[in-house]
């Protein structure tokens, strides 16, 4: 009140700090796409900490699930690495390339990565890409278990998502 | 050289080499030198013209390869314009250097002789036994063992030409296409056409494969060398096939049955992350599982081979998010023993019950390790009963290697029938190769390892790791292997289409649990993830679900319960 009062009474150095206004922050950042929430994270400690918060990156998985996903969904994905984790390394490549597929029939429009967070994604879609979380996680138990595997114990049951190297 | 004319098995059809040099030199004038290569500085015989065109071929597929050049490069040569002369001594020379020539050739299947750690003798060792008789000099040989392949399918020809890509795919001829037309009569050198080689080459398998069967054991001999020349000049998918066929089949004639199992978990493992088979298998099984257990409150699945237990993170993830909240899960898995002790078996357990508790399903593990499926029964898996507890049994690509000893599978399928299960979820390639004719087998291991090894070349393009594809073939290497050279009790992977196992299963008193559309939505999707454009396809047959490349189905996907009226 004091800062808007400031404001009106002509004063040209703004005062008005984002920092201080932490709802305003979060929900700008609630509308990004993840890319830009990334580099959001590189603004301050402050930002960072929003940034890194799981609730942001849920609100980013299933923003445009319809219906929305059961509530026991979310102890499940944070025990399974939480949601950040299920959007980079899931949800963005499986959405991509199911609309890049989409793309390449006859019939469907152009977009971009942008268009995959825009479309509604249904149910199969989230399923699957929790069961490869799943997947992935189990994978990543590793460490004294699960026999020999050459190379180290790098999980690669995602590695068909990942996108070619051209060399 | 006139061994050709001499012989009378090329006398009764146009064999491939003379009806080469017709088509190349149709203006030849009988016994004297030809006119146009003596212009050239050769003197050539007109008569021996298709011998020499012959063998000019072999040697330019000998120069592609990378030590081709090498071996040639000390031999001394007299009298240049002897042209068939000096080729021949070139080959000759060659035929010497065979066996170091064939190694090579086979070098992507030296992990399957050394991965153990085991160097043994060389996949073709000296023929000792077998003298390399002049007799079956390859120039004869190609054109009457081919012309007696009247059985050779036109479907093996279209499928051939499909692979290759040749805009020739509608000739129906038996006989191999011609040389292209872009060689004029004027140049004398033949140009050798990979589209033609590699109808050679899968001709000459076949070949080899009938010769074995009537135990002409020199001529298999022979033919096999001549497949790892053809198999040279070929590239990618085709070369790799014909290389793992051709130690199969030479394995086979040698009797040698060294059987190398040692990682053969680690390899599935490579075999799983490359392409969508295994996914596939366990994604609809677990679907078929899970609509079978909607509503229960104890289950128990019971998993004939565990490996590392990758289909079951998806399933207790699934059971975790179902409406109403996770059952109480119990499984039990069997595996084989494992050559270094250890419990590889509880270590997966250990890992799965790791991963239950993060997610918040009541978990119970339990291993079994036994030598054949047959050594178990009901009352050792320690089945509750069917009131307190669902039970579903899951075989993924075991259940056909119990065809290998009689009576095993009944049994198997009489103590499943005792457990009472709510489902029980098969999954197994679709293919036949346990019929008893050795040349029925060998031909549709070749179309099936075929496209299986096209489609591993087709999804190639994503993936980012090169040595996954490489073990990936090394595995299904083994499998070609067993299912050539091995026989008897040895031969375990019996394959055997989905309808002769529907037509088993009901036999045994199972009736089909159909699939489900949810299990074919998300397979659909998952296949979508894979490259390979639209390489994949999902199909429904009668309920039951199969994976296939492009038009061949290779995995088939079933659910069964008991039949009404078994109690």
Same mark, same amino acid.
């Given at each position: ?34 890319? #830009?929430?990334?580099?959001? *994270? ?10 890194? #918060? ?59 990565? *942008? ?53 | ?93 060659? +035929? ?65 030409? /499909?692979?290759?890509?040749? $805009? ?34 899968? @001709? ?24 790892? !020349? ?31 199992? +040692? ?13 969508? %088979? ?40 699934? !059971? ?12 039990? =898995? ?14 997966? =357990?250990? /890992? ?18 036994? $030598? ?38 009944? /049994? ?9 299960? /709510? ?10 190769? +346990? ?11 070749? @179309?099936? %390892? ?31 292997? +067993? ?57 429904? $047959? ?11 189905? !290779? ?13």
């Amino acid at each position: 009140m004091v800062q808007l009062v400031k404001l009106r009474k002509g004063d040209k150095r703004s005062k008005f700090c984002i920092n201080d206004n932490m709802d305003i922050l979060i929900e700008i950042l609630k509308r990004l796409d993840s890319r #830009s929430i990334a580099a959001a *994270a590189c603004v301050c400690h402050l930002w960072l900490s929003v940034a890194r #918060s799981n609730w942001l990156w849920e609100n980013l998985c299933f923003r445009h699930v319809s219906p929305p996903p059961p509530p026991g969904v979310r102890p499940v994905v944070e025990a399974l690495g939480g949601y950040r984790r299920l959007y980079t390394a899931c949800l963005r490549p499986v959405l991509t390339r199911l609309s890049r597929r989409k793309r390449l029939r006859p019939g469907s429009g152009a977009g971009g990565d *942008a268009e995959a967070a825009r479309r509604v994604w249904r149910r199969h879609e989230v399923e699957l890409s929790i069961s490869l979380f799943c997947v992935d996680y189990y994978e990543r138990l590793g460490g004294g278990g699960g026999g020999v595997r050459a190379g180290g114990a790098s999980a690669s049951s995602l590695m068909f998502l990942c996108e070619p190297v051209n060399v | 050289m006139k061994r050709e004319r001499e012989n009378g098995q090329s006398s009764s059809s146009p064999s491939m080499a003379s009806a080469k040099g017709k088509k190349m030199w149709e203006e030849d004038n009988g016994g004297g030198m030809d006119e146009l290569l003596a212009v050239l500085g050769y003197k050539v015989k007109a008569s021996d013209m298709a011998d020499v065109a012959q063998k000019l071929e072999q040697l330019e597929m000998v120069m592609d390869q990378e030590d081709g050049i090498s071996l040639l490069s000390d031999s001394v040569h007299f009298n240049p314009s002897d042209l068939s002369g000096w080729v021949q001594s070139m080959l000759s020379e060659l +035929n010497a250097g065979q066996t170091q020539l064939s190694s090579t050739v086979v070098d992507d299947s030296s992990l399957l002789i050394s991965a153990g750690g085991n160097n043994s003798s060389p996949c073709f060792p000296q023929p000792r036994i077998f003298e390399d008789n002049s007799e079956y000099d390859l120039s004869a040989i190609p054109g009457g063992a081919i012309c007696k392949q009247k059985q050779s399918p036109v479907l093996l020809q279209n499928q051939n030409n /499909k692979r290759i890509k040749t $805009n020739r795919s509608d000739d129906p001829v038996l006989l191999p296409p011609e040389i292209c037309p872009g060689s004029t009569a004027a140049r004398p050198v033949v140009l050798v056409d990979s589209q033609e080689t590699g109808v050679q080459l899968v @001709h000459t398998l076949i070949a080899c494969a009938e010769a074995v069967q009537q135990e002409n054991l020199k001529l298999a001999d022979a033919l096999v060398k001549h497949i790892g !020349l053809l198999a040279g000049a070929q590239a990618g998918a085709m070369r790799k096939v014909a290389t793992y066929f051709a130690e199969a089949l030479a394995r086979r004639i040698y009797n040698f049955h060294l059987q190398d199992l +040692n990682y053969s978990d680690v390899l599935q493992m490579h075999f799983y992350e490359t392409c969508p %088979y295994l996914k596939f298998a366990h994604f609809t099984a677990n679907q078929a599982i899970l609509e079978a257990f909607e509503g229960e409150t104890r289950v128990h699945v019971v998993d004939f081979g565990l490996k590392q237990g990758m289909q079951w993170p998806a399933l207790m993830q699934a !059971l975790a998010l179902r409406p109403g909240g996770p059952p109480k899960f119990r499984l039990t =898995g069997i595996g084989p023993p494992q050559e270094d002790n250890t419990d590889a078996l509880q270590e997966v =357990g250990w /890992k799965l019950a790791q991963l239950a508790e993060a997610i918040g399903v009541e978990f119970e593990f339990r291993g079994f390790v036994v $030598n054949s499926l047959a050594d178990l029964n009901a009352e050792i898996l320690d089945i509750r009963p069917r009131e307190v507890e669902k039970v579903a049994v899951n075989s993924v690509f075991e259940l056909h290697q119990l065809l290998a000893r009689p009576g095993s599978i009944d /049994k198997v399928l009489d103590s499943i029938k005792r457990m009472r299960p /709510k489902i029980v979820t098969v999954v197994e390639q679709e293919a036949n190769h +346990n019929g008893s004719v050795f040349v029925d087998r060998f031909n549709e291991a070749l @179309h099936y %390892y075929s496209t299986m090894f096209d489609s591993l070349e087709g999804s190639g393009l994503t993936q980012a790791n090169s040595q996954d594809v490489a073990m990936s073939e090394v595995y299904l290497g083994r499998q070609i292997c +067993n299912v050539v050279a091995c026989e008897g009790a040895d031969r375990v992977e019996r394959h055997e289409t989905l309808s002769q196992w529907r037509a088993r299963m009901g036999a045994a008193g199972f009736e089909s649990a159909h699939l489900g559309s949810n299990a074919f939505k998300q397979a659909s999707m998952l296949l979508a993830l894979f490259g390979g454009g639209d390489g994949y396809r999902v199909e429904e $047959n009668d309920g039951c679900l199969m994976l296939g490349w492009h038009t061949r189905p !290779l995995i088939a996907t079933s659910a069964w319960q008991l039949a009404a009226g078994e109690s």
